[in-house]
């Protein structure tokens, strides 16, 4: 007997790649995350740490202060950047978790599919057992006894 395929087997490979390529995005997605993350920390740590000259020319104060606001606009900007990625880091979280859901139907639908399969076979194994002791019983004994009925 020739057993079923499951016709949907094509699609749930598909959905297995999508899911892992997704998976995948996921991964680099947090690390850009992590990484943009830890750059502001450091651009911010150093700004923290910077001080101000308390005892030279006024052109090299300004000059330092100069310095120093580029310095936050850099570290305001860096950590802009690192909420960015943290959100698109999300996102493509939220995009392999969608991908993970449409595969695990198509799997559901798939043990459904192989638990009817072994069902009927099941039933056609309890009929043949049923029409092997039916016939048996429907014989006479090979003695030439009475034949069996119930």
Do not use: I, N
């Amino acid at each position: 007997m020739k057993r079923a395929k499951f016709r949907l087997q094509p699609v749930l490979e598909l959905r297995r790649t999508e899911e892992k390529a997704a998976a995948q995005a996921a991964v680099q997605a947090a690390a850009a995350a992590a990484d943009a993350d830890r750059r502001a920390t450091e651009r911010e740590t150093a700004l923290a740490t910077a001080a101000l000259p308390t005892s030279t020319s006024a052109q090299v104060f300004l000059a330092t202060r100069s310095l120093l606001a580029t310095a936050a606009a850099d570290a305001s900007a860096a950590r802009a950047l690192a909420t960015a990625s943290a959100e698109q880091a999300e996102a493509v979280r939220a995009e392999w978790t969608a991908a993970a859901q449409r595969t695990k139907g198509l799997e559901r639908l798939e043990e459904r599919h192989h638990a009817a399969l072994q069902h009927a076979a099941d039933v056609a194994e309890e009929r043949a057992v049923d029409d092997l002791v039916t016939g048996r019983a429907g014989r006479s004994t090979p003695e030439g006894g009475a034949r069996w009925t119930a």
